[in-house]
Structures are given as C-alpha cells and as structure tokens.
T-cell receptor, first 113, second 115 residues
C-alpha cells in the first residue's frame, strides 16, 4: 500500500467541525482512500472510504482533491466521543483483497469540552 | 450482538509458555486477520487468512501460528512466549471479494503480558 502522511496531533473544540488532512502524493489509480479510527482501549473502526468523488456517511465526510494526492476527513460537529487516533490508509483495488491494512502513525485528535 | 469477538480480553503468562487467543466473527466474512499493536501503539498486520490461503507478514516469528477450524474462527497460537510478545492483539474480518474497498471489522483486542 502507498504511503500516507498525517499530522501527529490536532486539537478542536466540542461541537465544532474538524478537518483532518492526509497527503498521499504517490497514490495510484487503483488505490482507494480509507479512514479508520481507534478510540482509547478499543479496536480500530472503519469510518469512510472513497476513490475519486467526495463521500458522506453518518459518521463523517471525505473530501478528495481533484488530483487525488490529498484528502480530508471532515467531522461536522465533533463530540468528546470523537477523540481518537485517525488513520488514513490507501487500499489497492487491484490486489487480492486479502492483505491486511497498513497503518501509519495516524493523527491523535483531541477534543476540548 | 458482537460482530468480532476475542477471548480472553487479558492474558498474563510467563516467558516460555504456549498460549492461544481465540477469535470469532458472526458477519459471514470469508477473510480474517490478526494484528499486533505494540507499546508504542504501532498497529501491524501479522496474518490474513482466506479459504485456507494464509498470507504471512514476513516479520512475524514462526512461533506464531494462526489456526482456522472454520470460516468463522481464526485462533492465534503462540509458542515459547517472549517478553517482546507483550502487546495488544486484534482480530479482524472482511469480505475478500470487495478488494480495495472492503472495510474490516475489528475485535476489542487481547492484551497479552509476558512476565
């Protein structure tokens, strides 16, 4: 899986929007952009994924740059429960699909009340 | 209902012992995984298993072996435990055929402490 770069940590206030950036300048045409998060003392959980178009689901939105070399995970109204480590991961759709996820260091999101 | 479950949640044991961690998924997935999260919080894939095809991360010692009695289970056996094996181990599952856009579901983790 191609490499991603994320800030080590970010801080935001409760009930405000949060924009978590991810750079993936070496992304290939068959790479999907996935986001996972890990709440304290829990296993990682899937947040959202996309290929080229922006995506929305009940948890978040994913904005993908036109050249696909960067993306932004958007939490529209952060709550204390959103405090977690957020991982941006590229997944090659041309692969067999049975390989595991390659986690980087992620972004530690701190939410202030 | 728990989608991916692991037992035990905590495991404390002595160096040199052999231990197993169990994982079960009730999602009907065909692929299961084991990950290790060390004390610095780095998450690394150890194994993925699909229909008797095992993909091994080359950095995993051969003291670690996954065993799958059926599609819903992938247990992790560890022989001759070492201090460096202390970590949190996560099981996960997914559909293989959805390839690059398959989401993985993770279990709650098993914290292994080797004394």
């Amino acid at each position: 899986d191609a490499k991603t770069t994320q800030p080590n940590s970010m801080e935001s206030n409760e009930e405000e929007p949060v924009h978590l950036p991810c750079n993936h300048s070496t992304i290939s045409g068959t790479d999907y952009i996935h986001w996972y998060r890990q709440l304290p003392s829990q296993g990682p959980e899937y947040v959202i994924h996309g290929l080229t178009s922006n995506v929305n689901n009940r948890m978040a939105s994913l904005a993908i740059a036109e050249d696909r070399k960067s993306s932004t995970l958007i939490l529209h109204r952060a709550t204390l429960r959103d405090a977690a480590v957020y991982y941006c991961i590229l997944r090659d759709a041309s692969g067999g699909g049975a390989d595991g996820l390659t986690f980087g260091k992620g972004t530690h999101l701190i939410i202030q009340p | 209902d728990t989608a991916v479950s692991q037992t035990p949640k905590y495991l404390v044991t002595q160096m040199g012992n052999d231990k197993s961690i169990k994982c079960e998924q009730n999602l009907g997935h065909d692929t299961m995984y084991w990950y290790k999260q060390d004390s610095k919080k780095f998450l690394k894939i150890m194994f993925s298993y699909n229909n008797k095809e095992l993909i091994i991360n080359e950095t995993v010692p051969n003291r670690f072996s996954p065993k799958s009695p059926d599609k819903a289970h992938l247990n992790l056996h560890i022989n001759s435990l070492e201090l460096g094996d202390s970590a949190v181990y996560f099981c996960a599952s997914s559909h293989r055929l959805r390839q690059g856009y398959n989401e993985q579901f993770f279990g709650p983790g098993t914290r292994l402490t080797v004394l």
